[in-house]
């Protein structure tokens, strides 16, 4: 079992006491890594791997760009997504003085991105397959137990490979497309 360290952080946009957690990546993987990975007992050269992925997901990107919903493999969907709302405007009482309309909503101030959706059984395998350790902000100190206390394992080796996986970045996933 992997152990991921994590700080807590204050939301003081609020105005009330409100908490969250937030992961400490070791550092972000290359194309260059996962070729390298990747590559590891096939044959091919990290190379002509990390061209493969590079030309993959180029395709993937303009496939989303034209309104398409793209499988990346049984475990990722991704697909174009739009933000974008509007509210009634209230009174300082906070009463309704005009109604917001579907009318009213301008997509000229939408924000465009791209929404990803990972598999459940590639969330359920990743939450069985971790535990947490809370560190403070300065020093990665820890300030308390892993979530699976015997776990003594380097978050840096893999035991499958006997060898450092250094990596993880923090991309965005696990979003909810309501289209699923």
Same mark, same amino acid.
């Given at each position: 079992?992997?152990?991921?360290?994590?700080?807590?952080?204050?939301?003081?946009?609020? &105005?009330?006491?409100?908490?969250?957690?937030?992961?400490?990546?070791?550092?972000?993987?290359?194309?260059?890594?996962?070729?390298?990975?990747?590559?590891?007992?096939?044959?091919?050269?990290?190379?002509?791997?990390?061209?493969?992925?590079?030309?993959?997901?180029?395709?993937?990107?303009?496939?989303?760009?034209?309104?398409?919903?793209?499988?990346?493999?049984?475990?990722?969907?991704?697909?174009?997504?739009?933000?974008?709302?509007?509210?009634?405007?209230?009174?300082?009482?906070?009463?309704?003085?005009?109604?917001?309309?579907?009318?009213?909503?301008?997509?000229?101030?939408?924000?465009?991105?791209?929404?990803?959706?990972?598999?459940?059984?590639?969330?359920?395998?990743?939450?069985?397959?971790?535990?947490?350790?809370?560190?403070?902000?300065?020093?990665?100190?820890?300030?308390?137990?892993?979530?699976?206390?015997?776990?003594?394992?380097?978050?840096?080796?893999?035991?499958?490979?006997?060898?450092?996986?250094?990596? &993880? &970045?923090?991309?965005?996933? &696990?979003?909810?497309?309501?289209?699923?």
């Amino acid at each position: 079992m992997a152990t991921i360290k994590y700080v807590v952080k204050e939301n003081k946009t609020i &105005g009330t006491h409100s908490f969250y957690c937030v992961p400490q990546s070791y550092s972000t993987l290359t194309y260059a890594d996962m070729a390298e990975e990747v590559s590891e007992g096939l044959g091919i050269s990290p190379d002509i791997i990390g061209t493969i992925i590079k030309r993959y997901m180029r395709v993937a990107i303009r496939s989303v760009q034209r309104g398409h919903r793209v499988k990346l493999g049984d475990e990722l969907v991704v697909y174009p997504q739009i933000s974008c709302s509007v509210k009634d405007e209230l009174n300082d009482d906070g009463t309704v003085k005009k109604a917001a309309t579907a009318d009213m909503l301008n997509v000229q101030n939408a924000r465009s991105s791209i929404g990803a959706t990972i598999a459940q059984a590639v969330q359920q395998q990743f939450a069985q397959s971790v535990s947490w350790k809370r560190v403070t902000e300065k020093a990665d100190e820890e300030t308390d137990t892993t979530t699976d206390p015997t776990d003594t394992t380097d978050p840096t080796t893999d035991p499958d490979q006997g060898g450092s996986t250094e990596g &993880g &970045g923090s991309g965005e996933g &696990g979003g909810t497309d309501p289209n699923e």
